[in-house]
Nanobody, 124 residues
Framework: VQLQASGGGLVQAGGSLRLSCAAS????????MAWFRQAPGKEREFVAA????????LYADSVKGRFAISIDGAKNMLYLQMNSLKPEDTAVYYC??????????????????WGQGTQVTVSS
């Protein structure tokens, strides 16, 4: 199972970016896919998750109303549309997947599969 994240970059505060995650090797048997992020000196934190079986979506409070997670099953792609970006959104963003997680555990970082990360930098 391989996950390849892309789409990061440098953007001014208030701007937008769209992250993509290409999945291969059977990932789309995964029950849930998600985005996490990690800023320098901080722990990895949950951003958003989506259940492929139920369509349930969960967002961290810090990004609710600004970010949107989605899946294109036909293309084996996971996306994160990020709008109204803030300097505190600066981090390395990781896509991840798991075959067995349930909704109550979506925010926990013990996912089975991880991509390599893409850097997002928001300038003030």
């Amino acid at each position: 199972v391989q996950l390849q994240a892309s789409g990061g970059g440098l953007v001014q505060a208030g701007g937008s970016l769209r992250l993509s995650c290409a999945a291969s090797g059977g990932t789309f048997s995964a029950r849930v896919m998600a985005w996490f992020r990690q800023a320098p000196g901080k722990e990895r934190e949950f951003v958003a998750a989506i259940s492929r079986s139920t369509g349930s979506i969960l967002y961290a409070d810090s990004v609710k109303g600004r970010f949107a997670i989605s899946i294109d099953g036909a293309k084996n792609m996971l996306y994160l549309q990020m709008n109204s970006l803030k300097p505190e959104d600066t981090a390395v963003y990781y896509c991840t997947a798991d075959r067995t997680k349930i909704v109550s555990a979506f925010t926990q970082p013990d996912y089975a599969y991880w991509g390599q990360g893409t850097q997002v930098t928001v300038s003030s």
